[in-house]
Protein backbone atom coordinates (compact mmCIF):
# COMPACT_ATOMS: atom_id res chain seq x y z
CA UNK A 1 0.00 0.00 0.00
CA UNK A 2 1.29 3.34 -0.56
CA UNK A 3 2.14 6.20 1.70
CA UNK A 4 -0.50 8.64 0.80
CA UNK A 5 -3.03 5.96 0.68
CA UNK A 6 -1.87 4.64 3.93
CA UNK A 7 -2.21 8.18 5.68
CA UNK A 8 -5.34 9.16 4.12
CA UNK A 9 -6.87 5.84 5.38
CA UNK A 10 -5.29 5.20 8.71
CA UNK A 11 -3.88 8.52 9.70
CA UNK A 12 -6.58 11.15 8.73
CA UNK A 13 -9.68 11.87 11.24
CA UNK A 14 -12.97 12.91 10.03
CA UNK A 15 -15.13 14.79 11.95
CA UNK A 16 -16.20 12.54 13.73
CA UNK A 17 -12.94 11.23 14.91
CA UNK A 18 -12.68 8.19 13.38
CA UNK A 19 -10.54 7.17 10.00
CA UNK A 20 -11.98 5.51 6.98
CA UNK A 21 -10.05 2.34 7.93
CA UNK A 22 -12.53 2.29 11.37
CA UNK A 23 -15.34 3.18 9.38
CA UNK A 24 -14.85 0.33 6.66
CA UNK A 25 -13.77 -2.29 9.19
CA UNK A 26 -15.61 -1.35 11.65
CA UNK A 27 -12.85 -1.92 14.19
CA UNK A 28 -10.29 0.75 16.00
CA UNK A 29 -6.44 0.66 14.65
CA UNK A 30 -3.85 1.84 16.59
CA UNK A 31 -2.11 5.29 16.12
CA UNK A 32 -0.81 4.63 12.62
CA UNK A 33 2.81 7.36 14.17
CA UNK A 34 2.93 5.28 17.50
CA UNK A 35 3.07 1.83 15.37
CA UNK A 36 5.63 2.86 13.14
CA UNK A 37 8.15 4.45 16.19
CA UNK A 38 7.27 0.92 18.00
CA UNK A 39 8.75 -1.16 15.54
CA UNK A 40 11.29 0.61 14.21
CA UNK A 41 14.21 0.30 16.69
CA UNK A 42 16.77 2.65 17.65
CA UNK A 43 18.26 4.50 14.55
CA UNK A 44 21.80 4.29 13.91
CA UNK A 45 24.43 6.93 14.94
CA UNK A 46 25.68 9.45 11.96
CA UNK A 47 28.22 8.76 9.70
CA UNK A 48 31.70 11.02 10.29
CA UNK A 49 32.13 13.04 6.99
CA UNK A 50 35.15 13.38 5.43
CA UNK A 51 36.81 16.53 6.35
CA UNK A 52 37.49 19.18 3.69
CA UNK A 53 40.72 20.36 2.98
CA UNK A 54 40.98 24.31 2.64
CA UNK A 55 43.20 25.46 0.13
CA UNK A 56 44.76 29.27 0.25
CA UNK A 57 44.40 30.15 -3.35
CA UNK A 58 46.75 32.77 -2.72
CA UNK A 59 49.80 30.59 -1.31
CA UNK A 60 51.80 29.60 -4.18
CA UNK A 61 53.17 26.03 -3.90
CA UNK A 62 55.65 25.74 -6.72
CA UNK A 63 57.53 28.63 -8.93
CA UNK A 64 58.11 27.49 -12.73
CA UNK A 65 61.94 28.36 -13.23
Not at 12 to 23: P, S
Not at 25 to 31: E, K
Amino acid sequence: MSKPCTNHNYGLKCRDGTTAAQRFFNQDFPDVFSWVLDRMGELPMLRKGKSKIVRDPLKILAVPA
